[in-house]
């Protein structure tokens, strides 16, 4: 009943009103946890592009708890948001709060990580693209030898997504007996401190036999890193994702190899553009870069919206620079004259 009437006011102050009144759309979002860089990256290009279309934003941040999440999505409803976004910090966990807002006649946008039901939209960079990114660039440099994954957070459908393009990439290599995977963690809520402590439980355990460190995001690497420099490993391959400002300056130091990077002032820009299309009543399936993403073991299909992510390492630092997302003195802070040549001019 909830979901009809709240159907039926919109669609009359849209027909009473006309544009004007598709202008004063509430856009909600529920963080999973807020503490990330990336995630003011996020927030910022949001909420300019929704002010740009007319629209407000609302938001909540869980930090890293499920039952909060919950709560939060309870009162950015009661607050009368008339679209939600949501950073699911359990991607599971929260469909009973998100399946609430779907009652309410609210539609829902799975933000970066996807929730798996038919009638959530997805808009994200595509954890798969990201991991098959993180694997080949560390094949390059180290095509064979001892692996280790530091992995996201289990909980989180894009860690696994994440995994599995990972392991497209380096599974035959596995199976062949060309790399060996001599250890692997789950890390909680993606957190630095506890890659690193995972890291240095690995070294302690595999010592010097370790040839590269699969990482899944910047923030973790950082983690990896200081457990590798405190042991003395230094220059191992090290991937990551997001772009983080310090992970490009230790691209550049040489401590870590590449980044999957993620623009995400493009992707908070497209969240925006679709909430609005929501609100002025339009076919989200019919906008350019809507696809369908198929869940054959769940037997549901879900209207998606995925971003590329492009590779970063030392060798086109440039591109992130010219694209105003890092200046060159954070990029060269610290390296060495005559290491890399973006640094030098």
């Not at 996807?114 to 009638?119: E, F, L, R, T």
């Amino acid at each position: 009943m909830k979901k009809k009437a709240k159907t039926l006011i919109l669609s009359a102050l849209a027909v009473a009103t006309g544009a004007q009144a598709l202008l004063a759309a509430t856009v909600g979002v529920s963080w999973a946890r807020f503490q990330e860089e990336r995630w003011v990256t996020d927030e910022k290009a949001l909420e300019e592009r929704l002010e740009e279309l007319g629209h407000r934003l609302l938001t909540a941040d869980a930090r890293g708890s499920s039952t909060r999440q919950a709560a939060d999505i309870e009162g950015l409803l009661a607050r009368g948001v008339d679209v939600l976004l949501v950073v699911g910090h359990d991607t599971q966990a929260v469909i009973p709060a998100v399946q609430r807002a779907l009652d309410d006649g609210v539609p829902v946008i799975a933000y970066e990580r996807q929730i798996k039901h038919p009638d959530v939209t997805y808009v994200g960079f595509d954890p798969v693209l990201v991991g098959r990114a993180q694997a080949r660039a560390l094949l390059e440099v180290q095509p064979d030898g001892n692996y280790v994954l530091i992995k996201g957070g289990q909980q989180d459908q894009y860690a696994h997504g994440t995994y599995q393009g990972q392991m497209d990439e380096i599974g035959p290599l596995v199976e062949d007996g060309t790399i060996d995977i001599i250890a692997e963690q789950w890390t909680t809520d993606w957190k630095p401190e506890v890659a690193q402590a995972n890291m240095e439980n690995i070294i302690t355990a595999q010592g010097d036999r370790i040839d590269a460190v699969l990482c899944s995001n910047d923030g973790m690497a950082s983690g990896v890193v200081a457990a590798m420099e405190q042991a003395g490993l230094v220059g191992l391959p090290l991937s990551g994702q997001d772009g983080d400002v310090a992970a490009v300056n230790r691209i550049a130091r040489g401590s870590q190899t590449m980044t999957a990077w993620k623009d995400v002032r493009v992707l908070g820009r497209r969240a925006a553009d679709l909430a609005d299309a929501i609100a002025k009543g339009k076919d989200l399936a019919s906008l350019p870069g809507a696809t369908t993403f198929t869940d054959e073991e769940l037997g549901i299909e879900q209207l998606a919206f995925p971003l590329d992510p492009t590779t970063i390492t030392a060798n086109n630092l440039e591109l992130m620079i010219e694209a105003g997302w890092v200046t060159r003195e954070q990029v060269c802070r610290g390296v060495p004259p005559g290491t890399v040549e973006i640094c030098e001019s």
